[in-house]
């Protein structure tokens, strides 16, 4: 049978041709539309969404891999962004609880319920936690990056592992950053949260998707999936296009939203860079990545609601290694109840660990397998505590591993969250280097997460449409003084 063209009707030339459909890239896309300039999108999955994705099992299932929480910001970037119906889809979570040796309690996850959590269960004196919120709301991106954010806790809440672990360990679940990077990492992200608490999207991440991609293509962007691009097309320092599905297309612009390691090194090739730059990008380190365990309730099934997000840990204290570890005894749970997708009447919970793809990257089968077991198994262990007869009420089980999202991501090393701090400042530089090269997507921790990944698709889309005016204005004058 004669393979399926992907890309057949695609033109020959766009004003920016966009590598891949991440929050990020597809976020570009849909600014660089509505500006009037013509996209075309390439995604090498057949879905959308990058990690902002879903899939369907046997039984009804439809399991989400990222829909744990983001903060309140992204209802106003859908707003402004997309459109009222993505952002008015956006929900509260009602209950958020942490429990470990240290502490056990639900929270609404804002900065009142933390400040009056930290003054009478921790003892902390109220101007304490103040000059806390305070600092960390004053932190931005000009700040002094000598400071870690375990040199911060500790000037803070000197000694108290407690509220280390209370401050620190949902934001490692939800961007990768560890007590090590830079306080501003943390801060900038925390005091997001910190905000109005954690957001979800009602109908699950395939309706949120759906949308996006009707958006899209409704402002006229040029929508292809199982576009695997495998190079940028570079001359003189300027890009010209890229290579994909072994068809040249042309753009004055190009953004990538694939990871930004790949991007220069793979895609573009270091040939075109400066010594300089790859000196940066040599430093660039990628963020960690993920274990998963999925779970579908059997039709008729319920489980009682026992919270939409569990932080769980058997650990004693408190260590961002810790819960990178194979054998990690802390994970999150997210529950979805029928309220997730309204009229579906399904149950289902995700478990996720953070995780080093060094740890399963040279498995033999057998063993990655077998580790792949032992990682549902010491789920469902631990889930039984919460809700005790669940075993019996699953009809689909299965685990992801970093070795998953390197394959349908692309990015090395199955990186979650993009890369750390370092990251953001190569990514921004590209252009510097390439005329017409951008990158988008999650860099340096502060813009990683569905809110930070989508934002920088924001600025980045806006850096591209002041480049295309740019290079345009000579060329209308040219045309003009030839008339
Ligand atoms: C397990 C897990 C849980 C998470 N939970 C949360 C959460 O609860 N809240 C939150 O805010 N964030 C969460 N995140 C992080 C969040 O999902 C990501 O930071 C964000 O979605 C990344 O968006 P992005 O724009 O960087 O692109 P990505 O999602 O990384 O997408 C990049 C896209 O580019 C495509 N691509 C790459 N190379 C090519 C190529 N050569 N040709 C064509 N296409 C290509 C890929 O297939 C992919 O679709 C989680 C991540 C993981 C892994």
Redesign the pocket.
Known sequence: MAKKNWLKGAHSAYDTII?????????AANLLAKFGHRVLI????Y???????WFKRKGGHILD???????IG?IKTCRKYWSREVADSIVRLKSVRFDNPQFSFGTSFDKEDFTKLMRERFGVLKETVDDFFQTARNMNFFDDLSMTTQELFEKFFPGRNDIHRLLMEPIT???GSTLNDPALTYGIVFSNFMDKGVYTFKGGTDQLIKKMKKELKKNGVDVRNH????KILIEDKTVKGVR?NGREIFAEAVL????LL??IN??AGQEHFSPAFLDEVSKVRLND????VYMGIKKGETIPNVGDLIFTSEEDEFTSESLLEPKTRSRTF?FYYPETRPGQNQYAIVS?TNARFKDWADLSEGDYLQKKDELIEKTLICLEKYVPDVRGKIDHIEA?TPMT?KR????PG?????TKFEGLKVSKDLPKEIAGLFH????GII????????N??VIVANEVDKFLRRVRQPKQKLEAANV
């Open positions: 590598i891949g459909s991440g929050l990020g890239g597809m976020t390439l995604e090498h999955h879905n959308f969404g990058g990690l902002a994705t891999i990222s829909l744990h929480g983001f903060p992204m679940y939800a961007n576009c695997l691009v495998d994909v990538s939203n694939s990871n790949s991007t793979k895609l990545s993920s274990c998963q997210s996720s992801s999202f349908y991501t692309k990015h199955g990186a979650s969250f993009g988008a997507g999650s860099v813009m990683s997460g569905w809110l930070g990944a989508a920088y698709g």
